[in-house]
């Protein structure tokens, strides 16, 4: 998987990329980072890439061809239309769904607006998918451009360390995960429950399968319409 970022901070971008899970993943070549700061195509000698709106009204406007320019430079070089990914509240809502949908693609182009927007005609022209990551208002597309990132990158095959690790996780069957514990046995009088001591695997698995119903159910409820439930799911169901 390789990502373009076209953005106005690249070094917040690759700060945010290079740490931790998606860190290893570029150093060992399993996803690429290419950020393309919107600046270098900026065509006057300030290298200003904003102007007032048409209109009037507060702040400035990411102008077109700084933005048409830098895409350019990244799109030139492949052989088909990317999928480019314009960040905004008024896209649709980022979900686990998209994530899958978006991690089969060999390349995607992500650009982030700052200031009050982009010049509509440069959206128009490159962006193919507007994406919110929900109903809140930001300072820019860089962090929702990571938080995609991070969420499509845990998908691409070989990133997590083990295999399974993100079939089984939240959202990944429309139920929430189970809870996890780990040593002690006993942490501040508080003990693990006992089925996961007891070795059975079929009732642990039993277990963990109802703890994740259960909390589905307190703190997710939208979701179980969704869910996959076999009829002993159905039955553990009724009875809670
Ligand atoms: N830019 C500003 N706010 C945003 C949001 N909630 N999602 C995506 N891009 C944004």
Known sequence: MKYHVLTLFPEMIENGMKTSITGRAIEEGKIFLDSVNIRDYAFNKHNKVDDYPYGGGAGMVMQAEPVYLAYKSVSEHMDKKPKVIYLTPQGSVFSQKMA???????????????YEGIDERVIEEIVTDNVSIGDYVLTGGELPAMVMMDAISRLVPGVLNNEHSAE??????????????????????????????????ANIERWRRQQSILRTKERRPEL???????DADKLFLKSI
């Open 224 to 230: 179980l319409k969704d869910a996959d439930l076999d």
């Open 100 to 114: 899958e949908e978006l991690a089969v693609e060999d390349e995607l182009v992500f650009l982030c607006g700052h």
């Open 168 to 201: 089984f996780e939240s959202f990944q069957d429309n139920l929430l995960e189970y809870p996890q514990y780990s040593r002690p046995e006993v942490w501040r009088e508080k003990r693990v429950p006992q089925v996961l001591m007891s070795g059975h695997h």
